[in-house]
């Protein structure tokens, strides 16, 4: 039996046709195959609605970004965001980070970004969190030398979790950021709103 990949939901809101198949034509133009290669590049693992990789795309205009995300709405929400502003930097893969590393794992980044990653906050739903030794050992395995990433959490467990697997890397330094790493993203936000501390994690490879 195949294994389940991906446990929340793929579409929210309603999306227009006209905003559906003007997405499909942005995916087809901008191919992940065919990235300039020789340009740095940023991932953004989850990206929820977009807002950091529409940032990120703004202050690095000469790097690529690639979204990975199965929520079709922020897929929408950004393609719809680049074709309006005439952003060129930004790529989208539709689908579980699991897929995309199958398929593009000749691909090396310079930093990546997991921000607030679903909690799975019940003992019994913690097996489905994207961050476990595999996922580390695979975002280190395409993260170029002095690449990093960036991870933030407001569920404590999620993050004193990723702390102790984090110690069996020895080629990985850890620094705790104490500081907002990027823009306030819709979860930040919602965090925010509920007073909940967030903390994020600094990881860079040697
Ligand atoms: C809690 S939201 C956070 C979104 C955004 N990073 C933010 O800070 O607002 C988590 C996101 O991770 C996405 N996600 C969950 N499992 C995933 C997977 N296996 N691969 C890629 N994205 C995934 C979800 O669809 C969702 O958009």
Same mark, same amino acid.
């Given at each position: 039996? %195949? =294994?389940?990949?991906?446990?929340?939901?793929? /579409? !929210?809101?309603?999306? !227009?046709?006209?905003?559906?198949?003007?997405? $499909? *034509?942005?995916?087809?133009? =901008?191919?992940?195959?065919?990235?300039?290669?020789?340009? +740095?590049?940023?991932?953004?693992?989850?990206?929820?609605?977009?807002?950091?990789?529409?940032?990120? !795309?703004? *202050?690095?205009?000469?790097? #690529? &970004?690639?979204?990975?995300?199965?929520?079709?709405?922020?897929?929408?929400?950004? !393609?719809?965001?680049?074709?309006?502003?005439?952003?060129?930097?930004?790529?989208?893969?539709?689908?579980?980070?699991?897929?995309?590393?199958? $398929?593009?794992? +000749?691909?090396?980044?310079?930093? &990546?970004?997991?921000?607030?990653?679903?909690?799975?906050? %019940?003992?019994?739903? $913690?097996?489905?969190?994207?961050?476990?030794?595999?996922?580390? /050992?695979?975002?280190?395995?395409?993260?170029?030398? %002095?690449?990093?990433?960036?991870?933030?959490?407001?569920?404590?467990?999620?993050?004193? #979790?990723?702390?102790? &697997?984090?110690?069996?890397?020895?080629?990985? *330094?850890?620094?705790?950021?104490? %500081?907002?790493?990027? &823009?306030?993203?819709?979860?930040?936000? /919602?965090?925010?709103? /509920?007073?909940? *501390?967030? #903390?994020?994690?600094?990881?860079?490879?040697?």
């Amino acid at each position: 039996m %195949k =294994k389940k990949l991906y446990f929340g939901r793929v /579409k !929210s809101r309603k999306i !227009s046709i006209i905003k559906e198949s003007s997405f $499909k *034509k942005y995916l087809k133009t =901008k191919n992940i195959n065919r990235l300039n290669s020789k340009k +740095k590049l940023i991932l953004e693992i989850g990206i929820g609605m977009g807002e950091n990789l529409i940032y990120l !795309s703004k *202050k690095n205009i000469k790097k #690529n &970004i690639i979204g990975v995300d199965p929520f079709k709405n922020g897929m929408v929400n950004v !393609s719809d965001y680049c074709i309006n502003n005439n952003i060129q930097n930004i790529y989208l893969y539709p689908y579980v980070f699991q897929k995309f590393i199958n $398929k593009f794992n +000749k691909l090396r980044f310079d930093i &990546i970004y997991v921000l607030f990653p679903d909690p799975w906050p %019940k003992k019994r739903h $913690k097996k489905r969190r994207i961050i476990n030794e595999e996922f580390l /050992k695979t975002i280190f395995a395409i993260l170029k030398k %002095k690449g990093k990433v960036f991870f933030s959490t407001d569920n404590l467990d999620y993050f004193m #979790n990723v702390k102790t &697997i984090i110690k069996k890397f020895s080629n990985i *330094k850890v620094k705790k950021i104490n %500081k907002i790493v990027t &823009i306030k993203t819709k979860f930040y936000l /919602k965090a925010e709103k /509920k007073g909940n *501390k967030i #903390n994020s994690l600094l990881f860079s490879k040697n």
